[in-house]
Structures are given as structure tokens and as C-alpha cells.
């Protein structure tokens, strides 16, 4: 859905600052992410997780695409390798890697425990069934909470990989860093909602 794009990107402004992260850890990560992944193109590798196992790569290739799916704008965030970028900034970070593991495991139990599989060998429905129950923690039952904390931050963590990448900068079409011959000054339909205006 469209504003479901436009929430994780604004979610993506604050990126995990419980975690302590900051913008330039991001954007260091983001660097570091595409200059292996160039060396690896230039060699014809594939990128090989150096963090996630086996079974974790696979479930968070299909758990980032739900969360950003590919639009009409642009790609996916498997498309825009945030698989890889998580992948890099967890090296550094026991912390994280803790975090997403635990959740990781969360959530396959409680694929287990509703239809006897692993997340990653549900079929469309059913993540849905249980990522429903944990994706709006307002409405997420008590015995939800452990999935719901993951969620939210897989989901923080999904934003700011997506948002710190090429695609993602051109999916915000960002226009600054461009000369103006002349400053027009802040559009009228941003001061009204503001409420503000120039004097």
C-alpha cells in the first residue's frame, strides 16, 4: 500500500536511536556495503553473510521485501541490499546481532507453533496470520510482545538500510544540494500546515 512506503520512510528519520545509532553509523555502514559489494561484482562473487546463518539469510530476504516490497517508484529493499547492508552493520555490533537473532527465532517459533513450518516456508497468508499480530503494537495482545519488539525494530532497522541506499535516495527524490538562482522561499501549503509564515 502507498502510505505504508511513506510511514517506514518517515519512521527512517529517527533510525534506532535506542540502539544508539546514529545518521553518519548509517551512512558509514551504507559506504562500506556498497564499496564490497562493487569489489565482489568486479570479481563476479556473490556476497556471502558473514552474521546471518544460512537459514537467517533466507528468512530476512523474504521478511525485508514484506516489509518494502517493490512499487511503482522502485525496488525492493532485497533490490536495494539491505540483506547486506544489515549483514555489514551487525559485524561490529553484539547488541544488534543478539536482537535479531532472538527475533528471528521468535518468529520461527510461532510459525511452528500455528503451521508446523519455519517463517520462510509459510506461504503468503500465513506470515501475514502472524505478522499482523505483531506489526501494530497498539492493538498486539500481551503474549505478542516479544514478536512485536522484534518487528519494530527489524522494520527501523528494513527503513534505515532502504533509505541510506541509492534506490532509497532516489525513491525520496530528494532535490537539495542544487543551485537556486533564486530562493522562492517555503512553499504556502507547508507554512499552513505549520502554521507559520514570513514576516
Given at each position: 500500500?502507498?502510505?505504508?512506503?511513506?510511514?517506514?520512510?518517515?519512521?527512517?528519520?529517527?533510525?534506532?536511536?535506542?540502539?544508539?545509532?546514529?545518521?553518519?553509523?548509517?551512512?558509514?555502514?551504507?559506504?562500506?556495503?556498497?564499496?564490497?559489494?562493487?569489489?565482489?561484482?568486479?570479481?563476479?562473487?556473490?556476497?556471502?553473510?558473514?552474521?546471518?546463518?544460512?537459514?537467517?539469510?533466507?528468512?530476512?530476504?523474504?521478511?525485508?521485501?514484506?516489509?518494502?516490497?517493490?512499487?511503482?517508484?522502485?525496488?525492493?529493499?532485497?533490490?536495494?541490499?539491505?540483506?547486506?547492508?544489515?549483514?555489514?552493520?551487525?559485524?561490529?555490533?553484539?547488541?544488534?546481532?543478539?536482537?535479531?537473532?532472538?527475533g528471528l527465532?521468535?518468529?520461527?517459533e510461532e510459525?511452528?507453533?500455528?503451521?508446523?513450518?519455519?517463517?520462510?516456508?509459510?506461504?503468503?497468508?500465513?506470515?501475514?496470520?502472524?505478522?499482523?499480530?505483531?506489526?501494530?503494537?497498539?492493538?498486539?495482545?500481551?503474549?505478542?510482545?516479544?514478536?512485536?519488539?522484534?518487528?519494530?525494530?527489524?522494520?527501523?532497522?528494513?527503513?534505515?538500510?532502504?533509505?541510506?541506499?541509492?534506490?532509497?535516495?532516489?525513491?525520496?527524490?530528494?532535490?537539495?544540494?542544487?543551485?537556486?538562482?533564486?530562493?522562492?522561499?517555503?512553499?504556502?501549503?507547508?507554512?499552513?500546515?505549520?502554521?507559520?509564515?514570513?514576516?
Amino acid at each position: 500500500m502507498t502510505d505504508r512506503r511513506d510511514f517506514i520512510k518517515f519512521m527512517a528519520a529517527a533510525p534506532m536511536a535506542h540502539l544508539a545509532v546514529t545518521a553518519l553509523d548509517l551512512e558509514e555502514a551504507a559506504a562500506h556495503t556498497r564499496a564490497t559489494l562493487e569489489k565482489l561484482a568486479e570479481r563476479g562473487q556473490e556476497y556471502q553473510p558473514k552474521v546471518f546463518t544460512a537459514d537467517e539469510w533466507r528468512t530476512v530476504r523474504v521478511l525485508v521485501d514484506i516489509v518494502l516490497p517493490k512499487d511503482a517508484r522502485s525496488g525492493s529493499a532485497t533490490d536495494a541490499k539491505v540483506p547486506e547492508f544489515m549483514d555489514v552493520f551487525m559485524e561490529t555490533r553484539e547488541n544488534m546481532r543478539n536482537q535479531m537473532r532472538t527475533g528471528l527465532t521468535w518468529l520461527d517459533e510461532e510459525s511452528r507453533k500455528r503451521f508446523t513450518k519455519a517463517f520462510v516456508d509459510c506461504d503468503d497468508a500465513q506470515r501475514k496470520a502472524v505478522l499482523d499480530d505483531i506489526a501494530w503494537p497498539r492493538r498486539a495482545r500481551q503474549e505478542m510482545q516479544a514478536g512485536v519488539r522484534f518487528f519494530n525494530f527489524f522494520r527501523n532497522f528494513t527503513a534505515s538500510g532502504f533509505w541510506s541506499s541509492k534506490m532509497g535516495v532516489d525513491d525520496l527524490q530528494y532535490m537539495g544540494n542544487r543551485p537556486m538562482a533564486q530562493w522562492p522561499g517555503c512553499p504556502q501549503p507547508a507554512l499552513d500546515k505549520l502554521g507559520v509564515g514570513y514576516s
